[in-house]
């Protein structure tokens, strides 16, 4: 009797991820447009809106050849919200973080509108107060690396901080 072999690709993740950003940036295998307030429409697939998002996924079974509108939306923050679905991971300013929020949460999106950072608050009041919290230690960094320069020092550098 034969043995059976077992094949793996040595990093599927790596690679599903590689295929996730190509297809985003090639629109020949788009199969929805979702459309927006200021009259922009922007081509996306199926399979990627279902896996991200729950209220997508149920949309696109009562109606498999959709045209979505989105009303109250315009093309950068839906641009936003499909470049979290495909890579994991958007960039946004600051004053648009509560809106992007508001739209994560609406939609359900995977890893992002279903978090619950504390107990009993929405993903929005979470991530509010975590970038409070932030913002004030920032604050005291930049106190801290202030200080140690009125000092003398040079040794000390500011950290990085990363708003998502």
């Known amino acids: 009797m034969e043995e059976k072999l077992s094949l793996r690709r040595a990093s599927h ?14 629109p020949e295998f788009t199969d929805v447009t979702l459309a927006c307030d200021d009259n922009q429409s922007i081509h996306a697939h199926k399979l990627m809106l279902a896996a991200g998002s ?13 045209l979505i509108y989105i009303r109250g939306v315009n093309s950068s923050q839906l641009e936003e919200m499909l470049t979290f679905i495909y890579y994991g991971e958007t960039s946004l300013l600051e ?8 739209l994560a949460e609406e939609f359900k999106i995977q890893g992002l509108g279903d978090m619950e950072p504390y107990p009993g608050k929405t ?5 509010k107060e975590a970038m409070d919290g932030e913002k004030a230690a920032q604050e005291r960094e930049r106190a801290h ?11 000390v550098h500011p950290r990085e901080w990363i708003f998502i």
């Open 13 to 26: 993740q790596a690679f599903l991820s590689g295929a996730a950003r190509q297809m985003r940036r090639e």
């Open 54 to 66: 729950p209220v997508f996924r149920d949309i696109l079974r009562k109606h498999p050849h959709p």
């Open 95 to 102: 004053g648009d973080l509560e809106k992007f929020l508001a």
């Open 123 to 127: 993903a929005r009041q979470g991530k």
């Open 145 to 155: 690396v202030k200080d140690k320069e009125n000092q003398g020092s040079s040794s």
